[in-house]
């Protein structure tokens, strides 16, 4: 039977060792870029090109979430080493309780405590969904200053290092505004505040989204027919102008471009079955794989991204299945760096509505 994207092993490649990107490029914008468009073969730009593959008018949709350093390292009363990696806030109330994910989970039970500085102790309070746990930050310190000042940036594991004085800037995009990320959405870390300002000077408009990436990112698929597969929720919002510059954009055939999954994702949990987006905030489950009816985008800037994950799924759904898979064997013939530091594609489309 040929592969048509519907299984989880359609979805499998050899990627050679040493093309996961442990480290940044040396600038931002000197990534490669793998370009996908409606006709024609493959392109090679160098990312610094990609205003040449934007028209005026365009709109593009960035997500200004920003990484938490929600990944911290201290002690339990014995002296043994224990981490909690903050994933959300769990109490409106209460900015100091979190849910997180401890290790080691046999160990640390309700009633358990981990001591990260003189300042900072955190308490396990009960457990959560997903082998999660609630905890709370004891500390008079406030939860932002306390992980700016303790914190560490939860890197992804397939990087096999620990954090580094660049990752506080380079795992960041420029324009990240929001705390509340445990992930960066990758497909920002290539713009420079330079490449921005000069798609702004051509007519590119840009807007942006909120989705906070949550754990679920790192989770791998687990079901063999891959829509039994449960997305995690993630919490968004969408700010009026953005609503109404990209369902304006659609409605007069320009085109609206996602920078990312997240933003992708944002942007169709938000639109309507006539292309309206809805201004608002909520959480979204969204799971995007092929078939799949996008109603809001046009064009997606995106990194390569692991085997089996629903990121590849979802650019599969919209690149489509056998173009994604070429693209992806393009990229390792021709070298490219793969994965969160790694190097990006575009998917090229016509616009709007027409």
């Known amino acids: 039977m040929t592969a048509d994207g519907s299984k989880l092993a359609d979805y499998d490649y050899e990627l050679p060792p040493g093309r996961i990107a442990r480290y940044p490029t040396a600038r931002r914008d000197q ?19 990609v205003g040449t593959l934007f028209r005026p008018g365009d709109v593009m949709v960035v997500n200004e979430s920003r990484v938490l350093p929600a990944r911290l390292l201290g002690r339990k009363p014995t002296g043994a080493p224990a981490e909690v990696l903050l994933v959300r806030p769990a109490d409106a109330a209460d900015a100091h309780v979190w849910e997180a994910l401890v290790r080691p989970g046999s160990k640390l039970k309700p009633g358990r405590h981990v001591v990260v500085a003189e300042d900072l102790d955190i308490e396990i309070l009960d457990s959560a969904p997903g082998s999660g746990r609630r905890v709370r930050l004891v500390t ?5 200053e306390a992980l700016e000042r303790y914190g560490h940036v939860p890197l992804p594991p397939y990087l096999e290092r620990e954090d580094e004085a660049v990752d506080r800037e380079r795992y960041q995009t420029v324009y990240a505004r929001e705390a509340g990320s445990v992930a960066a959405p990758t497909a920002g870390l290539h713009f420079t505040s330079e490449l921005l300002e000069s798609l702004e000077a051509q007519g590119v408009q840009r807007v942006a989204v909120t989705l906070h990436v949550g754990i679920g990112t790192f ?39 996602a920078v990312g999954t997240t933003t992708m994702r944002t942007l169709e949990s938000a639109v309507d079955a006539d292309g309206v987006v809805a201004a608002g905030s909520g959480r979204t489950a969204l799971f995007i794989r092929p078939p799949y009816d996008f109603r809001a985008v046009d064009c997606l800037l995106t990194n390569f991204h692991l085997p089996r994950s629903t990121l590849m799924m979802l ?19 021709e070298g490219y760096r793969f994965y969160s530091y790694g190097d990006a594609m575009a998917v090229v489309k016509g616009g709007g509505t027409e």
């Open 315 to 333: 650019v599969a759904a919209f690149a489509g299945y056998e173009s994604t898979v070429a693209a992806y064997a393009e990229a390792i013939r």
């Open 31 to 49: 990534s490669r870029l793998l370009v996908l468009a409606s006709s024609g073969g493959p392109q090679h730009l160098r990312f610094a090109d």
């Open 219 to 257: 989770r791998p698929v687990d079901s063999k027919d891959i829509e039994g597969h449960e997305m995690h929720e993630e919490w968004y919002t969408v700010p009026e102008s953005t609503a109404e510059a990209v369902t304006g954009a659609r409605r007069e055939g320009r085109r609206v471009w």
């Open 140 to 144: 008079d310190l406030a939860v932002e």
